[in-house]
């Protein structure tokens, strides 16, 4: 980490900036804060957090990650994702067409849409923007390559 920035696990206090910053994304409240780690800057507030989501076996999905548009470039979102990588063996996502190349540089794969958890695909089922969107599903192993 730069040193601007600091994870935590997610606490009451955040969860406004947190649905606000999702809200900004054009995505719906987060439902809890379990399994939410924060950025937070150095007077303690929010500036990104990252949310994983578990299929039926147990896999860890990453739904969604975001950082407040002023805290990009930073490393905020790789550093919450290299956290959530050092924590499980296998990630997965669906990735938007602008952070695809994000990802692959943190050696996530295309996979096959059925490897995804059916709660993580339902953003995509009907989504009038898939087009624009151009989701992609996506995956990471432990020792398999980047």
């Given at each position: 980490m730069s040193g601007m920035f600091t994870l935590r696990p997610a606490r009451e206090g955040d969860w406004e900036l947190i649905n606000y910053y999702a809200?900004?994304?054009?995505?719906?409240?987060?439902?809890?804060?379990?399994?939410?780690?924060?950025?937070?800057?150095?007077?303690?507030?929010?500036?990104?957090?990252?949310?994983?989501?578990?299929?039926?076996?147990?896999?860890?999905?990453?739904?969604?990650?975001?950082?407040?548009?002023?805290?990009?470039?930073?490393?905020?979102?790789?550093a919450l994702v290299e956290d959530a990588c050092a924590r499980h063996d296998e990630i997965r996502l669906v990735a938007r067409g602008k952070s695809i190349g994000f990802y692959r540089a943190l050696g996530f794969v295309e996979i096959p849409w059925e490897d995804i958890a059916p709660g993580v695909t339902e953003e995509c089922d009907g989504c009038p923007l898939i087009d624009e969107c151009g989701p992609l599903p996506m995956g990471w192993k432990k020792g398999a390559g980047a």
């Open positions: 809200y900004c994304e054009g995505m719906d409240n987060i439902p809890s804060l379990d399994n939410v780690t924060v950025a937070a800057n150095g007077d303690d507030q929010c500036v990104g957090f990252l949310r994983l989501a578990f299929s039926d076996a147990g896999v860890a999905h990453i739904n969604p990650v975001v950082t407040y548009a002023e805290w990009r470039g930073f490393g905020v979102g790789r």
